[in-house]
């Protein structure tokens, strides 16, 4: 396996967009019969942080029954404009993907809808102020924007989160992307165990959490 600390703006796969993306850069990886690592799953474009790999068939295998499983646990963290109320909680809400001209985007819907995925997520507040609030969100399952359109339906979209309606500005500077950083990945390993990988934050995510009175 081969984790990487995904930055923002990298695009996980192909898409809409033609640009490099880190399944692009895999290839870097190619072994001499040109067979190369595969990616176990995926971050938004704008979200930083650890991602996984497989170096070899098996391991992806492995690895992918254990992440349908729901083996995988996954620890986000972002910065609001507001601390929620209640500081923490678990948002159960099912999902309905809608595309609107060339843009996919998920939304809020009450259960029983044609289409909608059932949807789980686990919020922590870690630091408040008067400019915002540091919170740890855990997915419970893995839908597209989840975390995002979760923490909107509760009326605290993530700071630079423009689609869903997240502030562009936090303690009197711009958020040039979306605050959300994928720190730590914990899963089964194929040769027995669990294994757990952490990412920093990065610089930018520090400094406005900083300016916010968040530091940690």
């Given at each position: 396996m081969i984790a990487f600390?995904?930055?923002?703006?990298?695009?996980?796969?192909?898409?809409?967009?033609?640009?490099?993306?880190l399944d692009d850069l895999l290839w870097a990886f190619a072994r001499s019969n040109g067979k190369r690592p595969e990616l176990v799953h995926r971050l938004d474009r704008d979200t930083s942080g650890v991602i996984l790999a497989a170096k070899t068939k098996p391991a992806a295998g492995f690895l992918g029954k254990a992440m349908q499983a729901r083996k995988f646990?996954?620890?986000y963290l972002a910065l609001l404009s507001a601390a929620p109320e209640p500081r923490g909680g678990v948002i159960d809400a099912p999902l309905l993907r809608q595309e609107i001209g060339r843009e996919s985007y998920m939304r809020v819907v009450e259960s029983g809808v044609e289409g909608a995925q059932a949807s789980v997520s686990r919020y922590r507040t870690l630091a408040a102020s008067d400019e915002g609030a540091l919170v740890e969100l855990e997915p419970q399952?893995?839908?597209?924007?989840?975390?995002?359109?979760h923490m909107a339906a509760i009326g605290r979209p993530l700071v630079g989160d423009v689609r869903y309606g997240g502030a562009l500005t936090a303690a009197g500077r711009g958020a040039a992307r979306l605050m959300?950083?994928?720190?730590?990945?914990?899963f089964p390993h194929p040769e027995g165990g669990r294994t757990t990988v952490e990412a920093p934050l990065?610089?930018?995510?520090?400094?406005?959490?900083?300016a916010m009175g968040l530091g940690r």
């Open positions: 600390n995904k930055p923002s703006g990298l695009s996980s796969q192909g898409g809409r967009i033609q640009a490099h993306t646990s996954k620890t399952t893995g839908r597209m924007h989840q975390l995002r359109v959300l950083h994928a720190s730590k990945l914990s990065p610089e930018d995510f520090q400094a406005l959490a900083q």
